[in-house]
Nanobody, 124 residues
Framework: VQLQASGGGLVQAGDSLRLSCATS????????MAWFRQTPGKEREFVAT????????YYAESVKGRFTISRDNAKNTVYLQMNSLKPEDTAVYYC??????????????????WGQGTLVTVSS
């Protein structure tokens, strides 16, 4: 199983970035997917999640209206479009997979597979 996150970088406040997470080794189309993020000294926090079919999404309040999660089941890839970035969005962003055997949710314990993370730095 592999989840390869990419697309992070250094941007200025107000800019946009799109993160990608390419996956392999499991039946992507049956898994809900999510993005979490973590800053040094803080616990990892939920950012956004999308259902296996892509029809439902849920966002943390801090990113609602600015971030959009999407997926392409033909490409086994999940995306996170991040607009109007703020310095407080600076973090390592992780993609994660929620198996069909586990109820869909926003807690880390529901996610079986994790990517390695990609760093997003937003300067003011």
């Amino acid at each position: 199983v592999q989840l390869q996150a990419s697309g992070g970088g250094l941007v200025q406040a107000g800019d946009s970035l799109r993160l990608s997470c390419a996956t392999s080794g499991f039946t992507f189309s049956t898994y809900a997917m999510a993005w979490f993020r973590q800053t040094p000294g803080k616990e990892r926090e939920f950012v956004a999640t999308i259902s296996w079919g892509g029809g439902s999404q849920y966002y943390a309040e801090s990113v609602k209206g600015r971030f959009t999660i999407s997926r392409d089941n033909a490409k086994n890839t999940v995306y996170l479009q991040m607009n109007s970035l703020k310095p407080e969005d600076t973090a390592v962003y992780y993609c994660a997979a929620n198996p069909p055997s586990t109820n869909w949710g926003i807690t880390e314990s529901k996610y079986t597979y994790w990517g390695q993370g990609t760093l997003v730095t937003v300067s003011s």
